[in-house]
């Protein structure tokens, strides 16, 4: 919820700024600053009212009790008020300085008290400039009213206006300052949310990655297997036998460090029948004669790699039974 203030915001009279006896015929002038200001969340309420806690202690907000005690303090704030290390002075409003605490807070959301404590830094340096920059605006405002010519300003005046724009680049350092700690501290928060965030999605491609080389390793079994197909064809009285892939291939594979492959599968089809070369695989008359008969075999890979050194020393060129069970 956005509201505007009409005006008079600030209002601070401005006396004659030198003192001199022309002072009986001073003007007052009223310096405005329009503050858009944001109604405050409820859950900044109680982070403004620790603020402003803290701010009174910093800032005790001490002064005259007696009424001629008062006159004298209201008419010190018209020459001293804009260097007044105060929290709110004669003219300023206290839900002004909420209304810019608040908005800081919602800027840079504070994760640390020593975050939070930069951002109320941030608020303090704004206010006191923009209290230093009326202070500023209004005597010269004054001294313009009363002689339009700044050559005819009397050397008093010119000292006034140095010593109060010292003050007002004083306070622009002060805010400067504050910012570069507070926006560095963002900057090094969003470069290491972004750390975590680039580290995690390393981790995640680098789990997908595993998981797929788990997968590309275990061709479809639940653990690192070889996959062997084997298609033994008998036709005018001759045996031939191909490995896909043959068994070289996957001694090769033998050697990858990344999941070795644990056990191995062979599947032998026999499109044309079971030749005598095979007849050790099954005693059944039925299997020898079924034409696409199947056998497969699930070994660990230590009774593959016998009988593929076997197959390797008889130089048949046929394939060996693996000394263990298997499924037909």
Not at 10 to 15: A, C, H, I, P
Not at 290 to 316: D, M, N, R, S
Request: proline share 6%; charged share 25%; hydrophobic share 35%.
């Amino acid at each position: 919820m956005m509201a505007k203030n009409p005006g008079r915001l600030f209002q601070l009279k401005s006396g004659h700024p030198l003192g001199s006896a022309s002072s009986k015929k001073a003007k007052f002038y009223w310096l405005t600053i329009p503050i858009t200001y944001t109604a405050l969340q409820p859950a900044a309420v109680h982070l403004v009212r620790q603020t402003r806690a803290r701010m009174e202690k910093l800032h005790p907000q001490t002064g005259p009790v007696t009424d001629a005690g008062k006159e004298i303090s209201s008419r010190n704030a018209l020459t001293h008020g804009g260097t007044s290390e105060k929290l709110i002075v004669p003219g300023e409003r206290q839900e002004d300085f909420d209304t810019l605490l608040n908005s800081l807070l919602e800027e840079y959301s504070p994760e640390t008290p020593d975050a939070r404590n930069l951002v109320e830094d941030a608020a303090l340096a704004r206010w006191f400039l923009w209290r230093r920059q009326r202070a500023f605006n209004s005597v010269e405002s004054a001294l313009y009213a009363q002689q339009a010519d700044p050559a005819a300003w009397p050397p008093e005046a010119f000292h006034k206006l140095a010593l109060l724009d010292r003050y007002k680049t004083a306070a622009e350092r002060s805010l400067t300052r504050v910012l570069q700690n507070l926006n560095g501290r963002q900057r090094a928060k969003k470069q290491q949310v972004q750390s975590k965030l680039a580290i995690a999605r390393a981790t995640a491609a680098l789990e997908q990655h595993d998981r797929e080389q788990w997968k590309k390793a275990c061709q479809g079994f639940d653990r690192p297997t070889l996959v062997q197909k084997i298609i033994v064809r008998f036709y005018r009285g001759e045996t031939t036998t191909i490995m896909t892939p043959n068994n070289h291939e996957l001694f090769r594979e033998l050697e990858r460090t990344v999941y070795p492959p644990e056990h191995a599968y062979r599947r032998f089809e026999f499109p044309n029948g079971i030749p005598p070369e095979y007849y050790s695989f099954t005693d059944r008359e039925d299997y020898r004669n079924e034409k696409g008969h199947t056998i497969e075999q699930l070994v660990p890979v230590a009774a593959w790699i016998a009988a593929a050194k076997e197959e390797e020393k008889l130089a048949t060129g046929h394939a060996l039974l693996c000394p263990t069970h298997f499924v037909s």
